[in-house]
């Protein structure tokens, strides 16, 4: 079956950085485009990166663009969210999942930027 396993997120503090990956098996990874999203206490889960399924085009959330990067390797069936310059708004659960598919959700990972 489907299954996404978020992880690297942690407590950092502002200007700070984090590299999230989430591991995906039970379906054909290399086939498929990818996001990451979160989502905060009290809000929608949100679209924050999305890649191409050969990692060729990427796209960004206005409010992460050139502070955050994300890439793939399909080989290891991984996709990864490099973010940098982290403010406090970026305090979510961050998730991942294949674009135009209903593929259950994984557990996300818990990013919290505080002093």
């Known amino acids: 079956q489907v299954q996404l396993v978020e992880s690297g997120g942690g407590l950092v503090q502002p200007g700070g950085s984090l590299r999230l990956s989430c591991a995906a098996s039970g379906f054909s990874f290399s086939s498929y485009a990818m996001s990451w999203y979160r989502q905060a206490p009290g809000a929608v889960r949100e679209l924050v990166a999305g890649i191409s399924s050969t990692g060729s085009r990427t796209n960004y959330a206005d409010s992460v663009k050139d502070r955050f990067t994300i890439s793939r390797d399909n080989a290891k069936k991984t996709v990864y969210l490099q973010m940098n310059s982290l403010k406090p708004e970026d305090t979510a659960i961050y998730y991942c999942?294949?674009?135009?598919?209903?593929?259950?959700w994984g557990q996300g990972t818990q990013v919290t930027v505080s002093s």
């Open positions: 999942n294949a674009r135009y598919t209903d593929y259950p």
